[in-house]
């Protein structure tokens, strides 16, 4: 089975960090691949197949690899 998302996709990578929202989308951030490390930002949603590179706004944090995600209920 081949699944097709629509829109932005993140790069390959490894070791990143990702949640599930309570929205059931999956936001990844950061990674590593054969460019070097990563900071950006992706939101999937695997429900619609979609996929997207939020504009976000502010002083982004460094490129890292191998950081830990964690969802914070309230």
Do not use: C, W
């Amino acid at each position: 089975m081949t699944l097709t998302f629509k829109g932005e996709l993140p790069t390959a990578r490894s070791n990143h960090g990702a949640i599930l929202t309570s929205q059931r989308k999956i936001v990844i951030f950061g990674g590593e691949n054969s460019d070097g490390y990563l900071n950006d930002v992706y939101i999937l949603d695997p429900n619609e197949l979609k996929s997207e590179k939020p504009h976000l706004t502010g002083t982004a944090p460094f490129p890292r690899a191998g950081a830990s995600a964690t969802r914070v209920y309230s």
